[in-house]
């Protein structure tokens, strides 16, 4: 049977790791504290700028958009100008398309009235004398009877 420890020792335990943990990382944040008040985390390129710099900065990046906002302009015309003609060409294809149809649409109506005018119905296929005979009948008895078979 395995043995347990006390409850009173297992809370010590654990409060100890706790304490411990929270002493630790307040090392590491006052480390971090007085490594910054000596100025060793900055970065190598931060540094102050004159006035000059700035503007020349400002300047530099207002003409990177002026450029990017011009070249977008480019662009959206050229994609413009390619929509266009795309459109263009579909206009055609729909206007053949459209006059084809038309243009069977009127064989198939001329061949139609050409049907009715030089070849009448009764003539191509003529109507089917009346039938005198009477379908035999099958009675309820069954195959047997059906079929003329049986007792």
Aim: glycine share 10%; proline share 7%; net charge neutral.
């Amino acid at each position: 049977m395995a043995e347990y420890a006390p409850k009173g020792v297992s809370y010590a335990g654990m409060v100890t790791g706790i304490v411990g943990a929270a002493g630790a990382v307040g090392n590491a944040v006052a480390e971090m504290m007085q490594a910054r008040n000596r100025g060793q985390d900055r970065d190598p390129g931060d540094r102050p700028v004159t006035r000059y710099e700035m503007d020349l900065h400002q300047q530099i990046t207002a003409r990177d958009i002026k450029l990017a906002a011009q070249e977008g302009r480019q662009y959206t015309d050229a994609r413009i100008g390619e929509v266009k003609e795309f459109q263009a060409q579909q206009l055609a294809h729909n206007a053949a398309s459209d006059a084809m149809t038309r243009m069977i649409q009127g064989q198939v109506m001329q061949l139609y009235g050409l049907t009715k005018l030089m070849i009448p119905a009764p003539n191509i296929v003529p109507p089917f004398p009346p039938s005198h005979e009477t379908p035999p009948t099958v009675s309820s008895g069954g195959a047997a009877a059906a079929t003329g078979t049986g007792s």
